[in-house]
């Protein structure tokens, strides 16, 4: 659905390099997260997929059209939701995308929209002023804009910033009903959390390269060697009781509360130790890493 091949990209101006030989192939269907710091490339990558910004070279087919040659065919297929808010306030949002269908050659797609108004929590703001919204309404909106059109894959830069939470929950959903339809969805997100809860795949931009591309599951099971025990005890505790387990760089917290770093083959190891010591503990809690444990290793190298 979407291939990109040795992509490169320099800014004459500053003659900074923005991206470097990415390469990159997601097929129909995938959920895809594509994550990064600030100014790693995600929006220089984004932009060129839109034709708002010319790569250097390499080369890109959106659905089998290929950008250079056949702009306008790819621009049918994919639907991007901006990070900036970008749409002429003075029109109500039925209006928008009204005018946004026509654009694509839509011009019979009241039913469609108000489809969309339905689910993304917005009919009773489609005579609305775009410029009466609220946040959260405004980043529902351009989602509706981008999807107007019916593409193939939608690419969602940051959508739910400056978003609440029990909203960002809502729209999780509707994100999942889109990929349970068989869209192909490209996400790029700061909320690393909700990377984990929606997308199978996984891809890491740093300085403008992939410095990691891996289903999730993949990554979480490679890197998540190490888990966090906690046990609750029912007397005081001090870190001196714990010197036969200072391997594991024991810490006391809340008094009867002992947490311990250790690599998850040595569980056992660990908890036998402790019965061994008389030590009888109450509870017990694992903890293992999640997916930004794992996001801050790769791009710290």
């Known amino acids: 659905m979407l291939k990109i091949k040795n992509l490169s990209k320099t800014y004459v101006k500053n003659q900074k390099e923005a991206l470097k030989n990415v390469n990159l192939n997601i097929t129909q269907g995938e959920f895809t997260a594509l994550l990064g710091q600030n100014g790693a490339g995600k929006t220089t990558l984004i932009n060129i997929l ?6 250097t070279y390499g080369e890109i ?6 950008l250079d040659k056949q702009e306008l065919e790819t621009k049918k297929i994919i639907g991007i939701v901006p990070q900036e ?4 306030p003075a029109f109500t949002v039925e209006e928008i995308l009204t005018k946004q269908s026509g654009y694509f050659g839509f011009k019979n797609n009241k039913e469609y929209i108000d489809e969309l108004l339905e689910a993304l929590a917005l009919k009773d703001k489609k005579k609305a002023y775009g410029r ?7 980043r529902r909106l ?3 804009k981008a999807l107007v059109h019916k593409p193939k894959i939608l690419i969602l830069d940051e959508p739910t910033a400056g978003v609440d939470i029990e909203l960002r929950h809502t729209m999780y959903e509707f994100l999942k009903k889109l990929h349970n339809t068989g869209m192909t969805l490209i996400l790029t997100t700061h909320y690393i959390e909700e990377a984990e809860k929606l997308c199978k795949r996984v891809v890491v931009i740093n300085e403008g390269a992939i410095i990691a591309d891996a289903p999730k599951d993949k990554l979480l099971k490679d890197f998540s ?3 966090k025990v906690e046990l609750l005890f029912d007397w005081d505790l001090d870190v001196a009781d714990f010197v036969f387990l200072r391997e594991y760089h024991p810490k006391v917290k809340e008094k009867r509360k002992v947490s311990f770093k250790i690599d998850k083959d040595d569980l056992a190891k660990v908890l036998e130790r402790i019965t061994q ?14 997916l930004e444990d794992i996001y801050l290793q790769l791009i710290r190298g």
């Not at 839109?50 to 790569?55: C, D, P």
């Open 50 to 55: 839109a034709g708002n910004v010319k790569k």
């Open 61 to 66: 087919q959106i659905g089998g059209y290929d």
């Open 85 to 88: 808010i970008a749409y002429d």
């Open 132 to 138: 009466a919204l609220s946040g959260g309404m405004k």
């Open 142 to 144: 351009l989602i509706a």
């Open 225 to 227: 060697k190490e888990i």
């Open 277 to 290: 010591n008389n030590m009888k503990f109450v509870d017990l809690n694992i903890e293992k890493q999640k």
